[in-house]
């Protein structure tokens, strides 16, 4: 198992990484998904083994790794087993099969092992008609897939994607996430993915994780907004208004300054018209979205003066009559709101 | 002008009659030049990446250290050299003083900061990715390094010639360390002050023509290798 333990990252003083612990067990396949800036490309490069954590460990199979009082550095056969592909990956100079075969032949693999290990490889991932190719002659689509495929030729433990599908159509994205799951029922692998895609997360992973300034969400990872907590005013009580896009949110804290909230969407009631409630929340818009992500539950997006997601059952969807493009009306009490 | 024209056309014959003290001159600075670029090279060239990619207490100051040594004026090169090899030096017991190997050395030192300085400008260069990637494709140092040098091929070649090109022009030093010995330590830089200093103008010019031409060879030799290397 690849872990973090007691970790606090800092660039230039500033922490960008606090988690106390983030475990990727075998076999396992973690979204991470948060806003840009979340501390997402951090957390993977630590986990991939390419730099320290300022502060805390990480481990492999319970052993420090990287980092820790012991100031553990990674050699090359470590880095092996936890394979990380960028989010703007780049191949080496040569052609896709010599990047294929870059870290098979690091590893001292014999040239005509390096061959078939490539071959199979490729076609796995469908990208052997590019085997000859330079990377001057492939689209940006078909660098992530390479750049996957290269990290998988390794066979490693643990596979981190940073944004696997930033820069793929629905239908490459669809391919790629396609050859991933075939890949973990081929042999055990663990994959842990960065994505800004809440709906490509929910339909293949395992545990969706939110990260927001560098701290694990104790919520689930849509609604989560970065504001600017105003300073507590005498005799307001704990009662505050906080402006997220053109609304106001109303929300219960003591807290100051910047937070991060984040609204469940199992906390948000959905109607077609604003119903009499003690919510404190009450926003009509439009739906934009609807998606079965799971048996039986419907999660709404609608663009209320914000983007925001409910979960609903199937059945309150069409007993409601939620259609893309139709009226809707989300309401939440201000103490549903978590600010962290 | 006819003055000039002379000294041209005294230089075409010497070089198309391979007048043997021509000769002797020209591949005794190639033999001085290619054996400290080499040197140079071999030691500056790893000590850039390493400057350039690990991060370590005083690398600023590393940095300034061998930005500083760039201008180092090639004489007091030449005067240190001359301290340590002379016979009270503490390499006096080499007996390299007057000799080509004592050139080589202060072209060495000369060399060895361009080659450091420009290699680490030119692997700051490369796309950090690309370091990144081997890393992660468990590559081990000598090889992520390979992979990072391959990409700033174009750059390191560049340094090579700028190594090459400062050796080659030298003077001072070889003047110090040399002697500008006949037939021993007389290279085409020191040759050519002797030779206007003693009125033999056609002679220099024909020398200040082939060093031009030793160094328009080069940067078309390593042109034609980048080019292939391209393809």
Redesign the interface.
């Known amino acids: 198992m690849l872990e973090l333990v007691g970790v606090r990252h800092r660039y230039d003083g500033r922490v960008v990484l606090d988690l106390a612990r983030f475990e990727v067990p075998p076999g396992a396949l973690i979204a991470m998904v948060g806003p840009n800036g979340s501390g997402k490309s951090t957390l993977l490069?630590l986990l991939?083994l390419?730099e320290p954590p300022t502060e805390g460990e990480v481990r492999l199979d319970g052993r420090p790794v990287s980092g820790g009082p012991a100031r553990a550095r990674p050699d090359?056969?470590l880095?092996?087993r936890?394979?990380?592909v960028?989010q703007?990956?780049?191949l080496?100079?040569g052609t896709v099969r010599d990047n294929l075969g870059?870290?098979l032949r690091?590893?001292g693999m014999r040239r005509a092992d390096v061959n078939r290990v490539t071959e199979a490889v490729a076609a796995r991932f469908g990208v052997t008609p590019l085997l000859e190719r330079h990377r001057h002659e492939l689209s940006e689509g078909e660098v992530q897939r390479v750049a996957v495929a290269?990290?998988l030729a390794?066979e490693p433990e643990v596979l981190l994607l940073d944004e696997p599908v930033s820069s793929a159509d629905r239908a490459a994205a669809q391919t790629l996430y396609g050859a991933l799951a075939e890949e973990r029922r081929r042999r055990p692998l663990a994959i842990c993915l960065a994505s800004h895609q809440l709906e490509d997360a929910y339909r293949w992973a395992d545990d969706v994780r939110a990260l927001a300034d560098g701290k694990l969400s104790p919520v689930t990872p849509e609604n989560l907004f970065r504001v600017e907590l105003p300073a507590w005013v005498p005799g307001s009580g704990d009662l505050r208004h906080v402006r997220v896009g053109t609304v106001e949110i109303a929300v219960m804290t003591d807290k100051a300054g910047p937070a991060i909230l984040a609204v469940p969407p199992t906390d948000i009631f959905v109607s077609r018209e604003p119903l009499p409630s003690s919510a404190r929340n009450v926003f009509a818009g439009r739906v934009t979205r609807l998606s079965r992500q799971r048996p039986g539950a419907v999660h709404v997006t609608a663009d209320v003066g914000v983007e925001l997601v409910a979960m609903v059952t199937e059945e309150a969807a069409r007993d409601l009559q939620l259609a893309p493009g139709g009226p809707v009306v989300f309401a939440f009490k201000a103490s549903a709101v978590r600010v962290f | 002008m006819d003055f000039l024209g002379e000294g041209l056309r005294r230089a075409l014959a010497l070089i198309v009659q391979g007048d043997a003290e021509v000769t002797g001159v020209v591949l005794l600075t190639l033999k001085v030049a290619v054996t400290a670029t080499a040197i140079a090279c071999t030691l500056g060239l790893p000590l850039g990446f390493f400057l350039a990619t690990r991060p370590f207490w005083g690398r600023r100051a590393a940095f300034t250290l061998v930005n500083t040594a760039l201008a180092f004026p090639t004489v007091v090169t030449g005067l240190l050299v001359f301290g340590l090899l002379s016979r009270r030096g503490p390499l006096g017991g080499l007996g390299w003083l007057y000799t080509w190997q004592a050139i080589a050395v202060g072209d060495v030192l000369i060399a060895l900061p361009i080659a450091a300085a420009l290699s680490a400008a030119a692997v700051q260069g490369v796309?950090p990715?690309?370091r990144?990637?081997?890393?992660?494709?468990?590559?081990?140092?000598w090889?992520t390094a390979w992979?990072v040098a391959?990409?700033a091929r174009f750059a390191l070649g560049a340094v090579i010639t700028a190594a090459f090109g400062h050796v080659i022009a030298e003077i001072g030093s070889a003047m110090i360390v040399g002697g500008n010995i006949r037939g021993s330590t007389r290279t085409l830089t020191t040759a050519i002050a002797l030779y206007t200093g003693q009125g033999e103008f056609g002679l220099a010019l024909a020398l200040g023509i082939i060093l031009l031409v030793l160094a328009l060879l080069v940067n078309v030799v390593l042109q034609v290798l980048q080019g292939k290397a391209h393809a």
């Open positions: 490069r991939a390419l090359a056969a880095r092996r936890v394979t990380l960028e703007r990956p780049i080496l100079r870059f870290g690091a590893r290269r990290a390794l | 796309d990715r690309i990144r990637t081997a890393q992660t494709l468990g590559a081990s140092a090889r992979a391959r990409e």
